[in-house]
């Protein structure tokens, strides 16, 4: 049985601007083969299991040739696999995609082509200017830049010359002084506004503006690279009003967010989770590099089932824990009914909705996300002797002592382990590279497992603002002699967010 390919237009850079076609064949598809100017956080889409291909092509460099790509993309199909092949902007928008399509056609490989948003469109609207305008262009011409001088006899410069439309060229910063000169050599005026935008739709996006004479020199002085899209006609006078992205209060920062699970972060980020992206819709690049792993331990939760009605409260110090709980209660099918006479306690919002979700209601809960805030609670209540402290293998140590001074039998329940995440050392020293602007800590750990991670290069870090989402993450930082930023009033990552977007020394 023969599988299909998906020829996919990913966007020019914004994960935000896939289509809903795109998200739900990525999510769903065994084989992904992709080109360099992917975002890297749509890849995140893919299932943990799929094959992530990288054919990814530079200008003038092409290390995988188009035929072997081809192949690839047959090959995997014959297997009986579902192909997403993702290209920047449209595939069939100077990608290649026409071809592909062909090659798949005369193999009798079906194939699907799903749309995506073009460069040559949007990344103008992301840099404030209208690729059309009833008073300044009722057209526009979308020209290949990269190949422009090589295939010069091809191209009507003096037809090209006379358009009173917008012109756009793609991928053409190598041969700007070609085609400016070209421009002006067949009658274009030399006064004519031109821009070339780099990195369009991202928060690494910079525009540089001037006319047809002095626009290549400008590119090369501000070292504008490619991926870039340049742009000529009176429309990019309108930027100076038009210019939305990047006045947004982020705009251009890079935040590291260190803690979650990389996929889980990311997806709540793309499914509009209010805390990450309202740094997204402020302009900022958010960086998902999770310093730790989190290894569930059922086996201690089902002897803590097994042992339930020895127990009068249930402690829940992390969403993480309730998760480990939830899956040993499946496991054993353990019916919720039994935990009826034994009162639940939770520390912060998150852990909270975790056991609502499980039809569990806290009868305790401090509105202080902290634990000692949690134990003037239960100081405060009368909930007999014997506590379960569902937490980590390195947390809930002042709990414990806080519970046995007031005069409770705790016992530590290890619902999960947590581990360093070597597998991001390798993203976050070439992120570092590029710079950090904000660095979030969700917990004392994910500090010193970034630490470990990083070695050296973390002390960096100290140039950035560092933020801590609350005083035990705050003195675990300030204890290795690192400075903190930002430390919210409400202890979780939403408040972190609001704080950050408060400050003021950004």
């Not at 900022?284 to 089902?302: Q, R």
Request: net charge neutral; proline share 4%.
């Amino acid at each position: 049985m023969k599988g299909k390919v998906y020829l996919i237009g990913a966007g020019p850079g914004d994960p935000g601007l896939l289509t809903l076609k795109a998200v739900d064949v990525i999510k769903r598809a065994n084989t992904i083969v992709f080109d360099r100017l992917i975002n890297y956080e749509i890849l995140k889409l893919a299932r943990a299991e799929a094959e992530l291909i990288d054919v990814g092509k530079m200008p003038g460099h092409h290390p995988i040739p188009q035929e072997i790509i081809n192949g690839i993309l047959a090959e995997k199909a014959v297997e009986g696999r579902a192909v997403a092949r993702l290209k920047g902007g449209d595939p069939f928008a100077f990608g290649r995609g026409g071809e592909e399509a062909l090659f798949l056609e005369e193999k009798g490989i079906p194939f699907e082509v799903i749309p995506g948003v073009t460069s040559a469109v949007s990344v103008l609207a992301y840099a404030g200017i209208p690729i059309t305008h009833r008073d300044l262009s009722s057209s526009f011409h979308v020209i290949t830049g990269h190949e422009a001088e090589a295939k010069k006899d091809n191209l009507d410069w003096g037809a090209i010359s006379k358009l009173n439309g917008t012109l756009v060229f793609l991928m053409g910063v190598k041969n700007m002084d070609f085609i400016t000169k070209s421009l002006i050599k067949y009658g274009k005026s030399a006064a004519t506004p031109a821009a070339v935008i780099m990195n369009g739709t991202t928060p690494g996006q910079r525009v540089v503006v001037g006319s047809l004479s002095d626009i290549s020199e400008k590119t090369r002085k501000n070292g504008i690279k490619n991926p870039a899209v340049i742009v000529i006609g009176d429309v990019i006078n309108l930027r100076q009003d038009l210019n939305w992205y990047e006045t947004k209060k982020l705009f251009g920062k890079r935040i590291l967010i260190t803690g979650m699970n990389e996929r889980e972060e990311w997806e709540a980020g793309f499914t509009k989770n209010d805390s990450v992206t309202a740094l997204i819709d402020e302009g900022a690049e958010v960086i998902h590099c999770p310093a730790l792993k989190i290894i569930h331990v059922l086996e201690n939760i089902e002897k803590l089932l097994n042992e339930i009605v020895n127990y009068d409260i249930l402690i829940f110090t992390s969403k993480n824990g309730v998760e480990s709980f939830s899956r040993a209660m499946r496991e054993k099918r353990f019916d919720v009914r039994r935990l009826n006479n034994i009162r639940i306690a939770a520390v912060g919002s998150k852990t909270k909705e975790k056991l609502e979700e499980m039809l569990i209601y806290p009868d305790i809960m401090p509105q202080e996300f902290t634990s000692s805030a949690l134990l003037d609670v239960i100081k405060e209540e009368k909930i007999g002797k014997n506590a379960a402290v569902i937490t980590s293998d390195i947390g809930g140590k002042d709990l414990m002592n806080g519970l046995e001074q007031l005069g409770l039998k705790p016992r530590k329940i290890i619902a999960y382990k947590n581990q360093p995440n070597y597998e991001i050392r390798e993203r976050f020293l070439e992120e570092f590279k590029r710079g950090i602007d904000i660095a979030i800590f969700t917990s004392p750990s994910t500090f010193y497992y970034m630490k470990e991670i990083a070695g050296e290069t973390m002390r960096g870090i100290s140039k950035s603002i560092i933020a801590a989402i609350g005083p035990t993450t705050k003195k675990a930082i300030e204890g290795e002699g690192y400075r903190v930023d930002v430390i919210p009033r409400e202890h979780t990552m939403e408040g972190v967010i609001r704080e950050i977007l408060e400050y003021k020394n950004l």
